[in-house]
């Protein structure tokens, strides 16, 4: 889909997206819904209008496997009747990428903190063979406690890796309560900057603010999405516990009636 088409359908591909990722969630009894929803807005502008046919993308957040899933299959790369087998035993879509199965999903990532050095590595090979494409990663704002995302960014500063792009979803909560309280970095934005990296803040729900932000991509490139966990069910906006809850038949029903 054209960046210009899909600001013309986006409302109606976030509902659709929205809720089968809540359905899915549902029927599978698995968690992590809240963490799902901050990522989905970003993973359907970076699917639907950005990535091209020589980009990689790599989602460090591994937990938000479930939104990538629903994103691949709002394109049609990922049947219907597949996605019922979310969570289940022998399935291509476990609840953190798997390491095959998937030709859109590069590295499987369940340990946070590492998908940034595995697309800096992507990046740099494409650099040294001179290949054309961009590398897209999505991280989480908790993740960056990790050590080694500060140094997969000295890395790739040092290397000079203009063909790549990544993403924070940075919804402030993670898994033992908001990114303050757990370990205040302050403003990641301000940090990137200090390292010399272009880096720009965006509504990580709003498809215009996003698609801006990932235009004219000629140098290291950092994005820092605001967005709020478990967006589009009241029950679990700004909620800590979502990143962990399953959903009950109530919850389901009332977040599928919010979402229609």
């Not at 990535?51 to 990922?78: C, N, P, Q, R």
């Amino acid at each position: 889909m054209l960046e210009h088409e899909i600001f013309g359908q986006y409302e109606e591909l976030q509902k659709k997206a929205r809720t089968r990722l809540i359905k899915m969630h549902y029927e599978s009894n698995a968690g992590h819904a809240g963490g799902n929803l901050s990522a989905l807005d970003i993973l359907l502008c970076l699917h639907h209008a950005v990535i091209k046919k020589d980009d990689l993308f790599v989602l460090s957040k591994g937990h938000a496997a479930g939104a990538l899933y629903i994103t691949l299959w709002t394109m049609g790369k990922i049947p219907e009747t597949e996605l019922n087998t979310f969570h289940k035993d022998g399935t291509r879509l476990s609840g953190h990428p798997p390491v095959h199965g998937l030709p859109e999903v590069q590295f499987a990532t369940g340990s946070l903190g590492h998908g940034l050095s595995l697309a800096a590595g992507l990046a740099l090979a494409k650099k040294l063979k001179k290949e054309k494409g961009r590398i897209y990663c999505l991280t989480s704002d908790g993740e960056w406690n990790e050590g080694s995302c500060w140094e997969a960014l000295i890395f790739a500063q040092h290397h000079k890796l203009d063909n790549l792009t990544f993403v924070v979803d940075s919804n402030g909560l993670q898994g033992f309560g908001t990114t303050k309280e757990v370990a205040d970095l302050g403003s990641l934005a301000e940090k990137f900057k200090i390292f010399g990296v272009e880096t720009l803040e965006v509504n990580g729900h709003d498809p215009s603010s996003i698609l801006s932000a990932l235009k004219n991509n000629t140098t290291l490139k950092a994005i820092v999405a605001k967005t709020m966990k478990g967006k589009g069910a009241s029950f679990m906006e700004n909620k800590m516990e979502w990143h962990y809850l399953p959903m009950t038949k109530d919850q389901f029903l009332q977040a599928t009636e919010e979402l229609a």
